[in-house]
C-alpha cells in the first residue's frame, strides 16, 4: 500500500464537451478522495512549464494551444486526488495518451480524438509518476488550496496583494 497525490486536468475539451460530470464520476470508481479542485485559465507560462519535458517535440506549440483553450474554451479543472496507489488507479482510469490506443473503456478511449491536423483530443492529463505528480501539484496549486497534503511546506513574509469585489 502506497499513499500517494496526483494531478488531473481536465482539459479544454472536456470542458466544453461538458464531459466533467462524467470523468469526475468514472474517477470515483477508483475509490480516492478529491483534495483540491479548481478551475484555471492556463497561461502561456503555466502550459510551457506543465509540459517542459516535451518542449523539443514538434508537436509542442500545438499542445500549449491546446491546454491554453485556443481551440475550446480557456480553462481546465484542476484535481489533486488522494489516496492508495493513487497514480496506477487513476492512470488505469484515463486510459493511453493517444486516444485511438486507449483502451475503450477507458476515459480518452471513450471521449478522445485525434483531428484532423493531429491535435491530441484526450480530454484529460494524468500525472505520470510520483516525482511528475509532486512537479505538477505544486506548480498548479499551492499548500493552502489542498484539504490534505504530503509534501512538506514553509511559511514566509510575503507583501500581498488582495483583490476584492468592487461595491
Do not use: C
Request: proline share 3%; no cysteine.
Amino acid at each position: 500500500m502506497k499513499i500517494q497525490q496526483t494531478l488531473v486536468l481536465i482539459k479544454p475539451d472536456g470542458l466544453v464537451k461538458s464531459l466533467t460530470g462524467n470523468v469526475i464520476t468514472e474517477l470515483s470508481d477508483t475509490e480516492l478522495t478529491i483534495v483540491g479542485a479548481k478551475v484555471v485559465q492556463v497561461t502561456r507560462e503555466l502550459a510551457e512549464e506543465h509540459y517542459q519535458h516535451l518542449k523539443e517535440e514538434k508537436f509542442f506549440n500545438e499542445l500549449i494551444k491546446y491546454i491554453m483553450g485556443e481551440y475550446h474554451v480557456k480553462r481546465v479543472l484542476a484535481l489533486v486526488y488522494h489516496g492508495e496507489n493513487t497514480i496506477k488507479n487513476i492512470r488505469k482510469v484515463v486510459g493511453s495518451t493517444h486516444p485511438e490506443k486507449a483502451e475503450p473503456t477507458t476515459i480518452r478511449g471513450k471521449y478522445g480524438r485525434v483531428t484532423s491536423k493531429g491535435v491530441f483530443e484526450n480530454v484529460v492529463h494524468a500525472s505520470e509518476n510520483e516525482k511528475e505528480a509532486e512537479r505538477e501539484i505544486k506548480l498548479w496549486f499551492r499548500p493552502e488550496e489542498l484539504a490534505y497534503t504530503i509534501y512538506p511546506t514553509d511559511t514566509k513574509e510575503v507583501k500581498k496583494v488582495e483583490y476584492f469585489w468592487k461595491s
